[in-house]
């Protein structure tokens, strides 16, 4: 059996940056007592009682703070973002995590999310599939995959399909 923590959200009146420090000082803690993982949910606009620091950014942070451990995404809401950003951005923590990155999507359901991000809620299954195409197993392959270029010569510079 393995164990980890996950960190959601945190009361509205607590500073982001004491928020950051809480949240490390219980990776470390989970670290030193051989947790094997740490979590992070997403949410947006999650006001006015309760704040959350986005995902990736503060794994990404807490790779360099606690080498070797897993670090995931306890849900991501990947319809809202673009695919390939999120590969790129998932591949590179994991090559920061060492490959001990965990990706855990998810599709939303909060309306106020997708109204923010411009998006009808009715599309978000869609998205998500699509969205898992691009980013599904290594992200990096996956993408090479979907963008490949057909072989011919480039205008202008080398040939990036060799």
């Known amino acids: 059996m393995r164990f980890g923590i996950e960190f959601g959200s945190y009361p509205a009146d607590?500073?982001?940056?004491?928020?950051?420090?809480?949240?490390?000082?219980?990776?470390?803690?989970a670290y030193q007592n051989n947790y094997e993982g740490l979590f992070v949910a997403q949410h947006y606009l999650t006001g006015p009682d309760a704040a959350i620091l986005q995902s990736i950014p503060l794994l990404s942070y807490l790779a360099g703070?606690?080498?070797?451990?897993?670090?995931?995404?306890?849900?991501?809401?990947?319809?809202?973002?673009?695919?390939?950003?999120?590969a790129e951005y998932i591949s590179t923590l994991d090559q920061?995590?060492?490959?001990?990155?965990?990706?855990g999507v998810?599709?939303?359901?909060?309306?106020?999310?997708?109204?923010?991000?411009?998006?009808?809620?009715?599309?978000?299954r869609g998205r998500l599939v699509d969205a898992e195409d691009a980013t599904g197993g290594s992200p990096v392959l996956k993408l090479q995959q979907r963008l490949r270029i057909p072989a011919g010569p480039s205008i202008g510079g080398p040939d990036v399909a060799a």
């Open 106 to 124: 998810g599709q939303g359901y909060r309306e106020s999310e997708f109204s923010a991000f411009g998006i009808a809620k009715r599309e978000r």
């Open 96 to 103: 920061l995590s060492g490959g001990k990155v965990l990706f």
């Open 65 to 86: 703070q606690v080498p070797g451990m897993y670090l995931g995404t306890s849900i991501f809401l990947l319809p809202l973002h673009p695919p390939v950003m999120v």
């Open 14 to 29: 607590v500073e982001p940056q004491e928020a950051c420090e809480q949240v490390l000082l219980r990776a470390r803690a």
